[in-house]
């Protein structure tokens, strides 16, 4: 099998590679695929949407498995276990689940990744502080291993390996068909907006102040200074009990949702945000109007809400062409407060505003390469511009060495592009590391599954 020679980036834009790019259309296809590799000494990594900002969907210079035409639901049981193929995106398991009356635990902030990525990288939603990460309600996975066979795995069977695949990257072999349990939800959230004045506040709210919430997350002014350094807007999201089902007009009658075209028309909108002006303008006026209405709940569907991304598709063309670097570290509870702190203060002190702050409440979890902890995260997204880029990328450096590891944080591999090898080793910890490497080794001895995000940060620890 031969495919295409493709120039594929991350989501974010930082990251390109040239690859030759396969799209196996069945699981024996991509067995064929991944076999055939192995024969012409090729590297190979599975790929879905490509949503991950940085690198870890590339592999420059050889294979690259598109995997989105495995896009087949299998099937639901009364129980809500579905079995489904690894191409499938979460929004379209989302509109097949929500007209049934569940819906997946949990879900990214888009809904266009596949359930692949979703495992590869052990995604979290806005309740990860209840429900923890996307692998924890996977129940069986399929994998394609480098001789072309396939390895059923779950905590039954094979279960450092399953652990292993969970958060690992598609270094370990390319899943292709999946079991993972459903929630009965209802289809509407009821969401209340509260301003707070400070990052203290926001901290208290987030941490259940307000009494329990199904989900919790926040917006952040990275532009406010002093006192109100950190005040943003928490939406506290509550299951609409007694409402099930959802209607088809509100997830669009194609399956879509509705206005998709006229939503992506409104890019150019965004074009305020280039400068520290604008997002510093857009941000106070967010914030006042958010302050007038504090505590005002509405009620809409699951997803408008859960796909906060998705609202304005592509929004990442208005910051072309050196595109959107996230940076998204993961702190424990303790020293949270302190650590986005100095954060927001750097990044106030480089003058590159980020665009987008978010903040959100975690657990941890059980995948052995885990970015999880009992505390918070907060992600900055930073606009990239040739002449900004060298300060901006010291100045994370700095933070990371100085402030975010020495605190026990972490990082999450799916967003980065720009962690070195020694931090990565610090965030993902030597021995879970050693451990991972080992299981790859086991079952990897050719070292064919790589990825640029692999020689960036992996193959040099395993070298070391
Ligand atoms: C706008 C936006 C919002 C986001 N919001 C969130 C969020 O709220 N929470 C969150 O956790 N993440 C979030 N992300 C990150 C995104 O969910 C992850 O990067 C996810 O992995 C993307 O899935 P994908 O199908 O695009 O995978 P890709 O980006 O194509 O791949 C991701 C990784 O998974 C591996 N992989 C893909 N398919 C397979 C397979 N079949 N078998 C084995 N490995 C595979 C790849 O090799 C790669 O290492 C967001 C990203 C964007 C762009």
């Given at each position: 099998m031969t495919g295409q020679q493709v120039q594929l980036g991350g989501w974010g834009m930082m990251a390109h590679s040239r690859a030759e790019v396969l799209q196996p259309d069945s699981v024996s296809a991509a067995q064929l695929a991944v076999s055939d590799a192995g024969r012409r000494r090729r590297t190979a990594i599975p790929r879905g949407s490509g949503f991950s900002y940085g690198d870890a969907a590339l592999n420059g210079n050889s294979l690259v498995l598109d995997t989105r035409r495995l896009s087949r639901i299998i099937g639901l049981d009364g129980q809500g276990l579905v079995e489904v193929e690894a191409g499938v995106t979460i929004g379209d398991l989302c509109r097949f689940a929500t007209r049934r009356g569940w819906w997946p635990p949990v879900v990214p902030g888009t809904g266009r990744p596949t359930l692949g990525g979703c495992v590869g990288a052990n995604v979290h939603g806005k309740n990860a502080y209840i429900v923890g990460t996307f692998g924890e309600h996977v129940q069986e996975l399929d994998l394609v291993l480098p001789d072309g066979s396939l390895l059923t795995c779950s905590e039954e069977r094979e279960p450092d390996v399953f652990r292993a695949v969970i958060g690992g990257y598609g270094l370990l072999g390319v899943i292709v068909r999946m079991r993972m349990r459903l929630e009965r939800q209802p289809s509407r959230l009821m969401v209340e907006e509260i301003a707070a004045p400070h990052l203290t506040s926001i901290m208290h709210i987030l941490s259940g102040s307000l009494g329990p919430s199904d989900h919790a997350v926040a917006w952040i002014d990275a532009c406010a200074q002093g006192e109100g350094r950190g005040r943003g807007i928490v939406q506290l999201a509550r299951n609409l009990n007694g409402d099930s089902g959802g209607s088809d007009r509100e997830v669009g009658r194609s399956g879509r949702r509705p206005f998709t075209r006229l939503r992506s028309?409104?890019?150019?909108?965004?074009?305020?945000?280039?400068t520290n002006q604008g997002v510093g303008a857009l941000n106070s006026a967010r914030y006042e109007l958010a302050a007038l209405n504090s505590g005002r709940t509405s009620i809409g569907p699951r997803e408008r809400y859960q796909f906060f991304h998705d609202f304005i598709p592509d929004w990442r063309r208005a910051f072309r062409p050196g595109g959107v670097l996230q940076y998204q570290m993961f702190v424990p509870k303790e020293c949270a407060n302190e650590v986005f702190l100095a954060c927001l203060e750097a990044a106030q002190e480089i003058k590159q505003a980020p665009i987008l702050a978010v903040l959100k409440r975690h657990r941890t979890d059980p995948a052995l390469l885990s970015y999880g902890v009992d505390g918070y995260s907060l992600s900055l997204d930073f606009p990239v511009t040739s002449t900004g880029l060298p300060s901006l990328r010291d100045a994370l450096h700095r933070l990371t060495d100085e402030v975010v590891l020495p605190a026990g944080g972490r990082f999450y591999l799916a967003k980065d592009s720009i962690l070195t090898p020694d931090q990565a080793g610090r965030s993902l910890g030597l021995d879970a590391l050693g451990q991972f490497l080992a299981i790859k080794r086991r079952i990897d001895p050719g070292t064919l599954f790589q990825s640029d995000l692999y020689r960036r940060l992996f193959a040099p620890l395993a070298l070391g």
């Open positions: 028309a409104l890019w150019p909108l965004l074009l305020i945000l280039r």
